[in-house]
């Protein structure tokens, strides 16, 4: 085996178990938001990887992720939530990593980073509305919205300071996505793009050294 697949066998693979743990144990909400979105930094090696070694070892990392999650932690919800950021990270890691690799202007890192919160945040309303959302309902609440609105309201008169108009089945997802899904992804991944701005570069160099 060449000595360079043998250095980006290792690389995938440590960056693998880096992101799994992220995934697995290291979450945590936020108050400000409904309290079944959690905060997780899983995505900062898999950017990385993307960047360093090109999308298609970001996206292997991405499904070692699901697999890794599902083996050592199992899943609450019914596979909803891990398939739902299975696709999330997949057309994510994608964008920017190509992005990444055939663009080589002044801005490229800039643009593959605006790329992976246009991306993750477009991603993130689509899944909710078409997946997550109505999925939720059905397997945990029998189809009963208002189950889930109450677990929401106090979250939401939060955001927006005691005045949010009265949210009922009809309007649920639109107030969900503008004051949960489209802030809280968007701030999620600006944190993400920002950590990863501050190590990518360096773990490249080591990269290149071995």
Known sequence: MKKVNIKRITFVAVFAAITSVLYCYVKFPLPIFP???DVNFSMIPIIIAAFM??????????????IMKLILVGTGTQYVGE??????????TTSCGLVYMF????????????TVIVSWVICSIVLNIFLNIPIYVELFFKGNWNIL???CNDAFNLITFNNCPEITQNNFIFYYVILAVIPFNLMLSSLVVAI?????????????KI
């Open 35 to 37: 309290s079944f979105l």
């Open 53 to 66: 070694l090109g999308p298609i070892d970001g996206v292997i990392i991405v499904f070692i992720r699901f």
């Open 83 to 92: 398939i739902a950021d299975l696709v999330l990270g997949v057309i994510t």
């Open 103 to 114: 663009y080589k202007g002044k801005f490229r890192t800039l643009l593959s980073f605006a």
């Open 149 to 151: 609105i109450g677990m």
């Open 196 to 208: 990863t701005a501050l190590v990518h570069k360096r773990l490249k160099v080591i990269y290149d």
